[in-house]
């Protein structure tokens, strides 16, 4: 008996030790490392790694303001190696503190012109440049994700933010979205592509439903985005704040899920607008990765345009999202899936990789004196090449032999610096750039940096109110040309009720006109605005107009480059200006029926010149309109076969001579667009499908040439769900602008039965 109970207790001993041998569970848990997020290989473990809290919380932002009072922020996990990484706007420079942080001291930063300016200089390289500017000035303030660019379509010219987008036309905005996306993406920052998608209007943004055919979504709406994110890769793509045929874009599966991703293979983050979430759930499930900016943290009472945003939000909680996973409501593949977006994004950033580590994130840190330089060179450059020269009758432009101007008009009278309505920069709300006022070149300032005397109303700071007709003969007597500046200011938030004038800004130009032509003088107008005015009233009694846009603070520097001829104007409309408001595709369609809270596109792709050249409405200026102190001459267009098959993908290319005939070096923006004679289906009489800016010396020509391929011909079948190109003859048109068409052929897709 004895001897058996000694085996068994030494049979426990062994198994004893054998179990003490093996390390727990537990402990060899506690020794495995924790995984760090390293790399994209690394990712998958550090999900595993992170616990359910963890990632319901990295969903969400850190709150707004952000940081140091930037835009937003994402959340910090620091033992798995997850930094907080830095988003902030905008699309005409970085936006630091101000506007809506009152109480956060502000980082001052260039402020470049406004995007619709960038497009109007139809010049990819430029665009790209000053993108490149934009990434050194985020990356000096520690920003990994600027959120820009806007390429939502100028649908209706009273759009709030048509300021802050590029065109009427997707081909020219995703073209010029794609550059500003390489340009600030070479420079190691993310860009967020928005706000996607059919975001044109400002009244009841956060709640209206665009009701919107499939063909018009595919072939305006969206082609811009998807240039954009088939051609530059943008970081992120931010969803909006409206519904589109019933579903809020932040929980869209058919745009964010289907087309976004499926269709277009983006494979980065998408953020949702500031509380523009209804349904986390929802958002979170249909492709909205990253619900943006979080808890309100700024200082009460909320300024009214985070007012009308925060209102209409459900506040997300990592509380609420945790519940919803654990009953089911939600999968935790799906959270999985976030994450694996939001750290994909995260490695790509400067903060990721050390760049930042020396960075002073304090209110004490401001560009460096060289950037603010390089910063306001660039601005004044693009400034002028952006800047569209509408009329110039008998050549009044450039001033030859004047040393006097007087000038006249609210926005010229006043220097910004000194805290009034002077010349206006830029475009209000989220895109508003903390400027330093020393840095702003006010009209009257630029024009004396051009070394010109300047005259305004009996020398004082009238505003144009107060401007009589004997001041206008005072005016008129006293100088050698008159200058009038009109000024109009565009805001996020708020859709212009009109485009017209003041009946007082019309009556000046009267009677300015009416002075100098007594005196055998010019007046010349410039416009100082972000979207199209009206202009048939009254530009008759005008001798030159020149569209300045809101170009930044190099704004009177860059003026005074185009009306001293030192630089010679170049850019063309991204938008139309048409006669008169009746005459908009939209009109009596924008911003909607507000009982209903529902917009009806009910011009479906007759949006902008394609409306205006299909109906014969003749606009005051058209899409790609811009003069040129030189004259251009087009030549020999050539196709490299006037024959496509319809079921071969093969492009077909189109070369054009151009020549500068003038006494002048300038540029020319050269636009093909085609025409399908004798389509069964509707379609617009012509499209931009390709364009070139090209600098020519006197007497100099150049070949341009442009690839014309089968989807440039083809248009979106509803039916069908997919982009046909259909038999039948086209023209291919080649002008200065969309209705200045200097060179014409034909080109044939058959059918190869
Ligand atoms: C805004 C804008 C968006 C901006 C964001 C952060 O409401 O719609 O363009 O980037 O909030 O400021």
């Given at each position: 008996m004895n001897n058996r109970f000694n085996k068994i207790i030494n049979l426990c001993m062994i198994v004893i030790l054998l179990l003490l041998a093996i390390p727990s569970r537990a402990s060899a848990v506690e020794r495995r490392p924790l995984p760090k997020l390293v790399n994209e290989a690394s990712i998958n473990e550090v999900i595993k790694g992170m616990t359910l809290d963890e990632k319901v919380r990295l969903v969400i932002g850190i709150g707004y303001p952000g940081p140091n009072g930037v835009a937003g922020a994402t959340y910090a996990i620091p033992h798995l190696g997850i930094p907080s990484v830095i988003l902030s706007d905008g699309p005409a420079g970085i936006r630091i503190g101000g506007n809506f942080t009152p109480d956060i001291p502000i980082k001052t930063s260039t402020a470049f012109p406004i995007p619709s300016l960038l497009s109007a200089t139809w010049d990819v390289n430029q665009v790209k440049e000053v993108a490149k500017s934009f990434g050194k000035e985020a990356r000096e303030y520690g920003?990994?994700?600027?959120l820009a660019p806007g390429v939502n379509i100028q649908r209706d010219p009273l759009g709030g933010r048509n300021f802050e987008y590029y065109s009427e036309d997707p081909f020219l905005a995703g073209t010029i979205a794609t550059a500003f996306i390489k340009g600030v993406q070479s420079m190691g920052v993310g860009t967020s592509l928005k706000?996607?998608?059919?975001?044109?209007?400002?009244?009841?943004r956060t709640t209206i439903n665009v009701v919107i055919s499939e063909r018009a979504l595919r072939e305006i709406y969206l082609p811009a985005f998807e240039m954009a994110v088939k051609q530059a890769k943008p970081w992120t793509v931010m969803s909006s704040y409206n519904a589109v045929n019933g579903s809020f874009s932040t929980q869209n599966k058919y745009l964010l899920t289907d087309i976004l991703r499926k269709e277009w293979g983006f494979d980065g983050v998408v953020m949702s607008d500031w509380w523009a979430v209804k349904n986390s759930f929802a958002a979170l499930a249909f492709g909205n990765d990253l619900i943006m900016p979080g808890v309100y943290k700024g200082k009460l009472p909320m300024p009214d345009l985070i007012k009308d945003v925060y209102n209409n939000a459900s506040a997300p909680t990592p509380d609420l999202i945790k519940a919803a996973i654990q009953n089911g409501t939600l999968s935790e593949n799906t959270i999985d899936s976030c994450a694996r977006n939001i750290l994909k994004m995260i490695i790509k950033t400067p903060t990721f990789k050390g760049e930042?580590?020396?960075?002073?994130?304090?209110?004490k840190k401001a560009l460096t004196q060289q950037t603010e330089e390089e910063g306001a060179r660039i601005n004044r450059k693009v400034a002028s090449e952006g800047m569209v020269l509408l009329k110039n009758a008998d050549n009044t432009l450039p001033f030859k032999g004047l040393n006097t101007i007087g000038v006249a008009g609210q926005n010229s009278v006043v220097d910004v610096t000194n805290g009034?309505?002077?010349?206006?920069i830029g475009g209000g709300g989220s895109s508003q750039v903390n400027v330093n006022p020393k840095n702003v070149v006010s009209l009257i300032r630029g024009l004396k940096n051009a070394n010109y005397n300047v005259l305004n109303s009996r020398g004082k700071n009238k505003m144009i109110e107060g401007l009589s007709t004997s001041d206008a003969a005072y005016l008129a007597k006293r100088t050698d040309i008159g200058l009038v500046s009109i000024g109009r200011i565009s805001t996020e938030g708020i859709d212009r009720l009109d485009m017209n004038m003041k009946s007082e800004e019309v009556q000046l130009i009267k009677d300015l006109s009416a002075a100098y032509h007594a005196k055998k003088k010019k007046l010349v107008v410039v416009l100082n605005i972000g979207a199209p005015i009206e202009v048939a009233s009254w530009r008759d009694y005008a001798d030159a107009i020149l569209l300045a846009w809101q170009p930044g603070q190099e704004a009177g520097n860059a003026i005074a480059d185009i009306l001293s001829g030192k630089v010679n104007p170049s850019g063309k409309l991204p938008e139309t200006f048409p006669v008169k408001y009746s005459d908009v595709p939209s009109y009596g369609n924008f911003p909607g029926d507000t009982n209903t809270n529902t917009v009806d596109y009910a011009e479906g792709i007759y949006v902008g010149y394609r409306y205006y050249d299909t109906k014969h409405i003749k606009p005051a200026y058209a899409f790609g309109h811009g003069l040129s102190y030189t004259n251009f001459t087009y030549d020999n267009l050539k196709l490299s076969s006037t024959k496509m098959r319809l079921n071969k993908s093969k492009s077909l290319t189109l070369s054009v001579d151009i020549s500068n005939e003038g006494k002048v070096a300038g540029k020319e923006i050269v636009q093909l667009y085609i025409h399908h004679n004798n389509s069964k289906f509707e379609r617009p009489y012509k499209e931009l499908k390709g364009f070139e800016k090209i600098s020519l010396q006197p007497g100099q020509t150049k070949t341009v040439t442009f690839p014309i391929s089968k989807r440039s011909l083809s248009i979106y079948n509803e039916a069908l769900k997919t982009w046909v190109s259909e038999p039948g003859l086209f023209k291919v048109l080649v002008g200065s602008s969309s209705q200045d068409i200097r060179q014409k052929s034909e080109l044939r897709i058959v059918d190869n039965k």
């Open positions: 920003v990994d994700v600027l706000h996607f998608a059919v975001n044109n209007q400002e009244t009841n930042y580590r020396n960075i002073d994130y304090s209110h009034k309505l002077g010349i206006i």
